[in-house]
């Protein structure tokens, strides 16, 4: 499995874009990428995941160069409530993501 | 529908004693996987269990073991509990063909 590596923490405040890039050198050609999110003593929860290009939903945007080597979630608009740790996951289990490798995330806090 | 349910939601053990933390997965899912999270560390994959089987497993002692029920429930297990076995376990459930897994709240174990 990949190894990703991004920021230990950011800080943001209301209203702001918040940009959070992965490095994962060594991905391979059948990999996914999957941003998780995860609040103080609650479980993680998936936001997006994607293969290359840009994917885009209600909640975030990921944008994946073509050469794949890392990526970045995209938070518009960020509020209070999204001060959470964010973490990105490589692996080639695709759709069915089952086994999950975490690293220890990025640690976003967003101020007033 | 109800999501993942986990129980209990905090424990206290005793050194050398043995837990049983139980899962209920998301209404139709029919995998059911474990993790461990550490303190201030992202969730680190103990095991999956599908079709009341052991699929995978993580790099974790045979002190740790698990059961699937037909109704797709799980158990885990630690024997012989250590200090170091302190943390937060997370179940999280999903579906083959499914993009996303979907994670529980979480027991929270203190060995003492």
């Known amino acids: 499995l990949a190894k990703t590596t991004q920021p230990i923490s950011m800080d943001s405040y209301e209203g702001q874009e918040v940009n959070i890039t992965c490095s994962h050198n060594n991905i391979a050609t059948n990999d996914y990428i999957t941003w998780y999110q995860q609040f103080p003593s609650q479980g993680p929860r998936f936001i997006i995941q994607?293969?290359?290009t840009k994917v885009t939903n209600e909640v975030a945007s990921l944008f994946i160069p073509a050469d794949r080597k890392s990526s970045t979630l995209s938070l518009p608009r960020v509020s209070l409530s999204d001060t959470a740790v964010y973490y990105c996951l490589v692996g080639d289990d695709g759709p069915g993501f089952q086994k999950l490798v975490f690293g220890t995330g990025t640690r976003l806090l967003v101020s007033p | 529908d109800a999501g993942v349910t986990q129980s209990p939601t905090h424990l206290i053990k005793t050194r050398g004693q043995q837990v049983t933390l139980r899962c209920s997965p998301k209404?139709?899912?029919?995998?059911v996987s474990w993790y461990q999270q550490a303190l201030g560390q992202g969730p680190q994959f103990i095991f999956q269990?599908?079709?009341?089987?052991?699929?995978q497993r993580g790099n974790f002692p045979d002190r740790f073991s698990g059961h699937q029920f037909p109704n797709y429930s799980s158990e885990l297990n630690v024997n012989a509990l250590l200090l170091g076995d302190s943390a937060l376990y997370l179940c999280?459930?999903?579906?083959?063909?499914?993009?996303?897994?979907?994670f529980g709240q979480g027991t929270r174990l203190t060995v003492v």
């Open positions: 269990y599908y079709e009341e089987e052991e699929r």
């Open positions: 209404s139709g899912h029919d995998t």
């Open positions: 994607g293969y290359k």
């Open positions: 999280a459930s999903s579906l083959e063909e499914n993009t996303e897994a979907f």
